[in-house]
T-cell receptor, first 107, second 114 residues
């Protein structure tokens, strides 16, 4: 049983393209993380959302609690954005993790 | 900027041996977590820890696993008798509070069981 579904699993984009990664979840949550995992394995937290929308630079994250859906958008994508992006809803005590979306941005 | 640190970065051990993975969370954080990621698979939650006790654990976190915060700074994960399938990257994370829910991840310890 997958509590978290991400799409697409893999994404290749040309530099400059607008990118959207989607996440649907089935658990009741307190908040939702978007994480970035680089090829070396390190994990960085990009956003924590409990409602609405957040923006950091070229990254925008939205969440619809009623529909149990979140999206991560990258504007003007760049090769350094190439990484795995992971959606991780938090139920209060526990984080669930999506399988991740592997993004490759080609110059 | 404060960060979560983990030692060692890579641990190789023989099947059946005990291992202790160490984490130093950010100093004013109150919630602590261990996760693992088997090569090529998704990150999996192991355990959360607050106020010197386990607050939640997953099915993976069986009697072979234990966690401790022995001295108020370190947060350790012990695996009593390692199995081949314990080979994975283990990440520690800490969180200050449940207002921001911002988690900070350590760089991970790669455990190889031979």
């Amino acid at each position: 049983k997958n509590e978290v579904e991400q799409s697409p699993q893999n994404l290749t984009a040309q530099e400059g393209e607008f990118i959207t990664i989607n996440c649907s979840y089935s658990v009741g949550i307190s908040a939702l993380h978007w994480l970035q995992q680089h090829p070396g394995g390190g994990i960085v937290s990009l956003f924590m959302l409990s409602s609405g929308k957040k923006k950091h630079g070229r990254l925008i994250a939205t969440i619809n609690i009623q529909e149990k859906h979140s999206s991560l958008h990258i504007t003007a994508s760049h090769p350094r954005d190439s990484a795995v992006y992971i959606c991780a809803p938090n139920t209060g005590n526990q984080f669930y993790f999506g399988t991740g979306t592997s993004l490759t941005v080609i110059p | 900027e404060p960060e979560v640190t983990q030692t060692p970065s890579h641990q190789v051990t023989q099947m059946g041996q005990e291992v202790i993975l160490r984490c130093v969370p950010i100093s004013n954080h109150l919630y602590f977590y261990w996760y693992r990621q088997i090569l090529g698979q998704k990150v999996e939650f192991l355990v959360s820890f607050y106020n010197n006790e386990i607050s939640e654990k997953s099915e993976i976190f069986d009697d072979q696993f234990s966690v401790e915060r022995p001295d108020g700074s370190n947060f350790t994960l012990k695996i009593r008798s390692t199995k081949l399938e314990d080979s994975a990257m283990y990440f520690c994370a800490s969180m200050k509070d449940r207002v921001s829910y911002e988690q900070y991840f350590g760089p991970g310890t790669r455990l190889t069981v031979t």
